[in-house]
Antibody, heavy 118, light 111 residues
Framework: QVQLVQSGAEVKKPGASVKIPCKAS????????IHWVRQAPGQRLEWMGW????????KYSQNFQGRVTITRDTSASTTHMELSGLGYEDTAVYYC???????????WGQGTLVTVSS | QSALTQPASVSGSPGQSITISCTGT?????????VSWYQHHPGKAPKLIIY???KRPSGVSNRFSGSRSGNTASLTISGLQAEDEADYYC???????????FGGGTKLTVL
């Protein structure tokens, strides 16, 4: 069965970077795009970007002003989302989701809590 | 600001029906007509409840239904239950360069 498994919670200091893996299994990894979204405390889900796991093409939300980078490692069936220049407002749960078809994200990771604290 | 517009909140009593709207443009909802809906309990993974506008994945209650008219898609939940209290998000295909756009989410409160 399809699974997306993310890493455990992380605590980072302001200004640092965080890189979150999303390991896929149960399907042919290069065949799908992966979206990343996040939810800050008390806020709604916010789309961050996507990656074409086949060719590595990406698209990012302009809200992050170049701070987000999504990569993939096809040999490990894993995508990574890296967010740099962390601020307290980046404290959030980050999710990856598999794009099964146009307009359809069918499986999601369990989420990774990132806490930014001095 | 999200690409798709949803009401910030809706509420209803157990047993009632509610509808959540999702308004896009002719660049997404109006042209491609490919809309999905997600239920999200904070701290848990989002759950797909409607795809391709009206279809339900296996295991999703038939109390959830989707529709579309013009640039607006809608999610209706009938026979409200306490467990339906969650945030709901719409998503629309928006073409091959953008892929998907999302709504800002609607908080459903079951009174």
């Amino acid at each position: 069965q399809v699974q997306l498994v993310q890493s455990g919670a992380e605590v980072k200091k302001p200004g640092a970077s965080v890189k979150i893996p999303c390991k896929a299994s149960g399907y042919t990894f290069p065949s799908n795009f992966i979206h990343w979204v996040r939810q800050a405390p008390g806020q709604r889900l916010e789309w961050m970007g996507w990656i074409n796991a086949g060719n590595g093409n990406t698209k990012y939300s302009q809200n992050f002003q170049g701070r987000v980078t999504i990569t993939r490692d096809t040999s490990a069936s894993t995508t990574h989302m890296e967010l740099s220049g962390l601020g307290y407002e980046d404290t959030a749960v980050y999710y990856c989701g598999r794009r099964a078809a146009a307009g359809l994200i069918d499986y999601w990771g369990q989420g990774t809590l990132v806490t930014v604290s001095s | 600001q999200s690409a798709l517009t949803q009401p910030a909140s809706v509420s209803g009593s157990p047993g009632q029906s509610i509808t959540i709207s999702c308004t896009g443009t002719s660049s997404d909802v109006g042209t491609y007509k490919i809309v999905s809906w997600y239920q999200h309990h904070p701290g848990k993974a989002p759950k797909l409840i409607i795809y391709e506008g009206t279809k339900r994945p296996s295991g999703v209650s038939n109390r959830f239904s989707g529709s579309r008219s013009g640039n607006t898609a809608s999610l209706t939940i009938s026979g409200l239950q306490a467990e339906d209290e969650a945030d709901y998000y719409c998503c629309s295909y928006a073409g091959s360069s953008t892929l998907e756009v999302f709504g800002g989410g609607t908080k459903l409160t079951v009174l």
